[in-house]
């Protein structure tokens, strides 16, 4: 269950629940009804029961809270299309409901509510708050401030402790427990922090021993999460720390007020609780919050009465005899539930429903006012709010189905398929995507190569036209952005549909057509661009796979925040339409190739005349670089063999895996009396380099080849290589002045040190070099030209050369874990290591006299990633200590075994 906790208490497994004075809108409910409220999953007398969460009237914890309910929602749309997030209902009430009830049971009436996004649906519903026991103003944002910033404008009506929480949650932690710790550690702010099985999208926060916060790390990648323990949003904060936000413009509590307080010393504190807590961030996660709240795990009370089965039945609701219902369900107030009808919980059917004779709901969440037509079938699916299904309609499993869709008698929606408001389906239609645009969303969309799948199965024209009008919505209109392919014919496809989508959303078009990939990361820069995109098949080109990279304006591939931004538009469906004259316009640059080539050999400089006299064999790897290399190395006067260039428009198709071509290379190296052999994969980023005895150099060993001739002849002030980069860079370059710049693993991750400035190479490890002298981005061609240049410096032949190199020796090995166990295995492996020499720039690496072991959690596959430095004697000793300590961490949470970590 992402984003939820659930405390495994005996009151939980009892079904017990806070008790207090329910508000006067319950109370009326009440006497209209045979029973009085109880909460779900459990009987009035455990309700009542429950002195872990009684009141406190008594004014104890008496202050007052800030609700920010500002949010959008824009993970839940459609359902937040005409409706603000903290109005969505769980249960039949508002989630901001149920948050002031929360609030009541612990003796908090007194509520400044923050509003901004259709802030009169929140203000007419809940208006001065008598009707729930409570005192409720608001302050209305004109434009969005960010959290500390929404807080900041009710600054001078909080001259004491205050509490803020999230009005677009659901939670029934116990906020005493978070107040008292606040209160005994004289804290300036204390955070309320919940574990959860995945941190990703969440602050993960570290404490000390005894609770204040050592580090903020904000929505962190795997490599960056050494804890489980996130934010929760519920904050007990003192006016004198709320002093510190700036008067104007936005500001955000955990990304700048928090690190500001922690900078000047401010104890801010962390309070771990038990309990529930959901962020229902997306529509899987309400779906969720529903059947938890039905099935006990949050403690809420429901409205109406309780009949035997775990159903709940609303005030004026009517169940026809022969309707079958299987709990746990609520039906909401005024519905009616009709002959024949069948219900499989858990399901929530919103007030003023009505289910028509014969039909099937089963797991299903209906807003309210719906019609579910005769014979007509929902599964597992979300109809909003006055939603008709005509006779014999069926909905599919995870279909959403927004506010005033009319669905005519026979129609269907097929699984996953989302529907904007207010759309009418004709009958007999068969709905197979989403109106308007596409079939279904994924998980996520970009990966470690940027976005892939199957050609023409998962990568369509269809979803290249999404993908390039949500990257250009994330661009301003008018902005321009190079596009290029590679040779095959599917690529050529999909960079047309992607051209298509750009101009659909008024983004220009600089159509680079076939060239190498490092020429279109150069074009992006030189043409003055704001980003990029190629397409091209993956490496072989004979596993179907297509892959799409989008670039930034400086070549480099996007980062993850931009990433994020393009999916948001892609999942939710929100891309930019222009009018037919804005429509953004496809251009065809003149002489890309030739502006390449003139900053190339800029870069380059002259070459000796024995680096010119090089016997050289290129494979070009059936890429495009055959283009413009071959003019690049005899404009520097070296003769080159080229093997394996494309042939045709054919592309990548047919050319020999890597090993095989490396094999052929190496024999035509020993064969011709070669000097140096040099393969280029397909899209130009990475080399592999063959010494004149034919000997392939593995990606550690011609890292440090290219960081000793740095070093020695190119006058490098510094290098960035990856963090699990051996440590041998370290060695050549010690004594030359050369510094060594560790970063996070990963290709983007490198070109964005490349970027910064100050480095003269930067290396991935895995046969990626960048030079930042000429661009950051990966380029294979011009580490072909930059190698020949400070080879012609030595004295001796590249295989002696490399044997004099200290040699590196890195063991890799992968652990399956699961992904709701990764925030914990790296909270517990830094509990560990403490008082030991680590480094967490990118997962956890601990140093040892004689060797170094590095743990990375997988960001795509439920894995991590052991490495360790030498193979044998102290690094494999490591390497196997810590695989032990991570298979049994995942035993036991898993429930197989337990481990003590040491």
């Known amino acids: 269950m992402d984003a939820a906790i659930v405390a495994d208490s005996a009151a939980a497994k009892a079904g017990s629940f806070p008790t207090g004075p329910k508000f006067r809108r319950y109370e009326r409910d009440a006497r209209q009804q045979e029973g009085s409220a109880a909460p779900a999953g459990g009987s009035a007398a455990g309700w009542a029961g429950n002195s872990e969460y009684s009141p406190r009237e008594d004014g104890e914890y008496a202050m007052k809270a800030v609700v920010m309910a500002g949010g959008e929602g824009t993970r839940l749309r459609p359902l937040t299309s005409n409706r603000p997030k903290p109005m969505v209902p769980v249960v039949g009430r508002p989630v901001m409901e149920h948050i002031l ?82 209160r005994r550690r004289d804290s300036w702010v204390t955070l309320a922090l919940a574990r959860v099985a995945d941190p990703l999208e969440f602050g993960v926060v570290i404490t000390d021993a005894g609770g204040r916060v050592q580090r903020f790390l904000e929505k962190p990648g795997w490599g960056e999460v050494f804890s489980d323990t996130i934010n929760t949003g519920i904050y007990v904060i003192e006016p004198k720390a709320l002093a510190e936000v700036p008067a104007e413009g936005p500001y955000d509590f955990s990304k700048e007020l928090f690190p500001k307080l922690m900078a000047a010393g401010a104890p801010l504190y962390g309070c771990t609780v038990d309990g529930y807590w959901c962020d229902i961030g997306n529509l899987r996660q309400y779906m969720q919050a529903n059947e938890d709240a039905l099935h006990g795990r949050v403690r809420l009370t429901l409205p109406g009465r309780s009949l035997p089965g775990d159903i709940h039945i609303g005030a004026g609701a009517t169940v026809h005899p022969s309707a079958r219902l299987h709990g746990p369900l609520f039906i909401g107030e005024n519905c009616s539930v009709q002959a024949d009808v069948v219900v499989d919980g858990p399901a929530v059917i919103g007030p003023n429903s009505v289910l028509d004779r014969g039909c099937r709901v089963s797991r299903a969440v209906l807003l309210g006012n719906a019609y ?84 023409n199965v998962e990568m369509t024209p269809e979803v290249a036209v999404r993908l390039g009008a949500a990257y250009a919505s994330a661009l301003q209109r008018g902005d321009a952005v190079v596009v290029s392919r590679d040779g095959h014919p599917a690529s050529v496809m999909m960079k047309r549909a992607l051209m298509a989508g750009l101009s659909s959303a008024g983004v220009r078009a600089y159509n680079l057509a076939s060239v190498p990939p490092p020429v279109t990361r150069y074009a992006a820069g030189a043409l003055g661009g704001r980003g990029g995109v190629f397409t091209a098949m993956a490496a072989g080109g004979d596993s179907g796979q297509m892959e799409l990279r989008f670039l930034d304006s400086r070549g480099i591939d996007i980062d993850a925040n931009f990433e994020r931004k393009i999916e948001n538009l892609y999942f939710r469906e929100d891309m930019r339409k222009v009018p037919p004259d804005d429509v953004g316009s496809i251009s065809y640059p003149a002489k890309v190739l030739d502006i390449y080539l003139t900053g190339y050999l800029a870069a380059l400089g002259s070459l000796s005349p024995q680096a010119a006299a090089t016997r050289l064999v290129v494979d070009y790897g059936g890429g495009h670089a055959g283009q413009v290399l071959p003019q690049a190395l005899a404009e520097c006067g070296v003769a080159a063999l080229s093997l394996n260039s494309a042939r045709g428009g054919g592309g990548t198709r047919g050319e020999p895996g890597p090993a095989a071509a490396g094999l052929e290379l190496s024999q035509v190296v020993i064969s011709l009396h070669a000097d140096l052999g040099a393969r280029l994969d397909p899209c130009c980023d990475r080399l592999t380099v063959i010494d004149d005895q034919g000997h392939a150099l593995d990606d550690q060993e011609a890292l440090v080849l290219f960081a000793a001739l740095a070093a020695r002849h190119a006058g490098a002030r510094e290098i960035a290589v990856p963090i699990i980069a051996t440590r041998a860079v370290e060695a050549v370059c010690a004594g030359t002045g050369t510094r060594v710049r560790r970063t996070r693993t990963g290709v983007r991750a490198v070109m964005e040190a490349a970027a910064t400035g100050g480095l003269s190479l930067a290396a991935d490890g895995e046969g990626g070099f960048s ?32 044997a004099r190199l200290p040699r590196p020796s890195v063991a890799t090995e992968t652990v399956t874990c699961p992904w709701q166990v990764k925030g914990q295995l790296m909270r517990r492996l830094v509990e560990a290591t403490v008082g030991e020499q680590v480094t967490l720039i990118d997962g956890i690496k601990i140093h040892r006299e004689e060797a170094w072991v590095a743990v990375l959690p997988d960001a795509h596959r439920p894995a991590v990633h052991l490495y360790a430095e030498p193979v044998d004697g102290a690094g494999a000793r490591l390497l196997e200590h810590y695989r032990a300590i991570i298979q049994g961490i995942v035993a036991e949470a898993e429930g197989a075994a337990t481990v003590e970590v040491d």
Not at 382 to 397: H, N, S
Not at 430 to 454: D, E, K, M, P
Not at 781 to 789: E, H, S, Y
């Open 101 to 182: 009830e929360l609030l009541r049971r612990h003796g908090i009436s007194q509520v400044i509510v923050t509003v901004q996004y259709l802030s009169a649906q929140i203000e007419d519903y809940f208006g001065d708050g008598s009707d729930f026991g409570m005192e409720v103003s608001y302050s209305v944002e004109p434009e969005p401030l960010g959290t500390a910033g929404s807080v900041r404008r009710c600054a001078a009506e909080l001259d004491e402790t205050f509490l803020v929480i999230s009005g677009d949650a659901l939670t029934d932690i116990d906020l005493g427990r978070v107040v008292d710790l606040h």
């Open 372 to 455: 579910v037509g005769p014979r007509a079938m929902v599964q597992s699916a979300l109809l909003g709010r006055a939603v008709r299904l005509g006779t014999g309609a069926v909905i599919e499993e995870g279909a959403v189905i927004a506010d005033g869709c009319h669905l005519h008698e026979g129609s269907r929606v097929n699984a996953e398929v989302k529907i904007w408001p207010n759309k009418v389906v004709e009958p007999g239609a068969v709905v197979n995507q989403s109106i308007v645009w596409g079939a279904r969303w994924h998980r996520t969309l970009f990966g470690a190569g940027g976005v892939s799948g199957a050609a």
């Open 771 to 802: 030079f930042p002298g000429f661009h950051p981005g990966m380029d294979g061609l011009f580490a072909i030209g930059w190698l020949l240049r400070w080879l012609g410096l030595e004295d001796r032949p590249l295989s002696r050369l490399v």
